[in-house]
């Protein structure tokens, strides 16, 4: 029994040194530049920028009751949800464009108050296993 705690503890030990050499050089992911570009044009389907024209909704809301979570109606309670961090997407048609921002800025902070708006934003459409993503770098208002 005394081996297999010696055999225990040994792989625990070097196992987390592992660990900490991964870590030792690495800056937290907002403190250094890097291209999404680059990653996207390797591992997704990217495009070069476009201009898409839809409205902005909580992805919440809108995936739990798709009739109830769109337009107007639902202004107040997509500006909440989206303020408390909850994903936000711009509808274009039948397709919802999970949205970030290009420059590393939360898309909720930029997107909340153009809830339940039709909003024409411009930046570089992503696709990766199904799901669709636009990292935003200019937003107008369309209405």
């Known amino acids: 029994m005394r081996c297999v705690q010696v055999v225990v503890v040994t792989a625990l030990v070097v196992g987390g040194m592992g660990v900490v050499r991964a870590e030792e050089g690495h800056e ?36 739990s ?7 107007k109606d639902h202004a107040g309670c997509a500006k909440k949800c989206i303020k408390g961090g909850l994903p936000v997407a711009i509808k274009v048609g039948d397709q919802l464009y999970l949205a970030t921002m290009a420059d590393h800025i939360a898309a909720n902070e930029k997107l909340a108050e153009l809830a339940a708006q039709q909003v024409t934003v411009t930046g570089t459409v992503m696709e990766l296993d199904g799901q669709h993503l636009i990292a935003i770098s200019k937003i107008e208002s369309a209405n």
Do not use: I
């Open 65 to 71: 009751h798709p009739a109830q979570g769109l337009g």
């Open 28 to 63: 937290p992911a907002h403190e250094h530049a890097h291209d999404h570009g680059a990653v996207a044009a390797h591992e997704a389907a990217a495009s070069a920028e476009q201009t898409l024209t839809g409205e902005v909704v909580d992805v919440f809301c809108y995936l």
